[in-house]
Structures are given as C-alpha cells and as structure tokens.
C-alpha cells in the first residue's frame, strides 16, 4: 500500500515539473510575439554567456588525473567540467564586483 503511494507521488511531482518546463518554455516565447524588442536583450545577454563559456572552455585543460579514470571521465569530459568551472569563477567574480561597485556608488551619491 505505502510504495503505491510513492509511486503516485513520484509520478504525480515528475507530471508537475514537466508541466512547469513546458510552462517556462511556452510563455516567454508568447510574450515575444507580443514584444519581439525584447528578445534582443535576451539574445545579446545569451550571446555574452556563450561567449564567456567559450573563452573558458578553450582555456580549460583536458587533462585526466589516474583516480578519475576509475569514474569514466575521459578528456572532453574533463575539458567541459574545466570550462563550466571556470565559467562559474568568471560570473561569480563579476557579481561580486558587481555588488562592491553598486554599494561603493550608493556611498557617494
């Protein structure tokens, strides 16, 4: 009785979160038919994202250390995670700045 009721459950959330995709999928994209302006915002802000992702996955080494090889981690696994790391670095880094430069301006006027 009890794991029928998991199972209702798990179903039951996994039928939410598609809808919730579909629903974060679906309605951004019927506002821009409303205002198709908006999407060069988004677009230039997406293109700057993949840019910054680029840069570091070039600049990320596809070096595979012995204890990950146990895990299956090849070379171009390897490059990916070294550019998504340092890609989290470079927009940590620029929310931080972001932060100092915002408080340090709010200081002075």
Known sequence: MESGLINFALIFAYVLVGIAVICVIVLPLIKAIDDPKALVGSAIGLGILFAIFGIAYAASSDEVLPRYITFNVG????????GLLTTMYL??????IAIIYTEVSKAFK
């Open 91 to 96: 927009l940590l880094g620029a929310a931080v």
């Open 75 to 82: 070379a171009g696994i390897s490059k990916l995670v070294g």
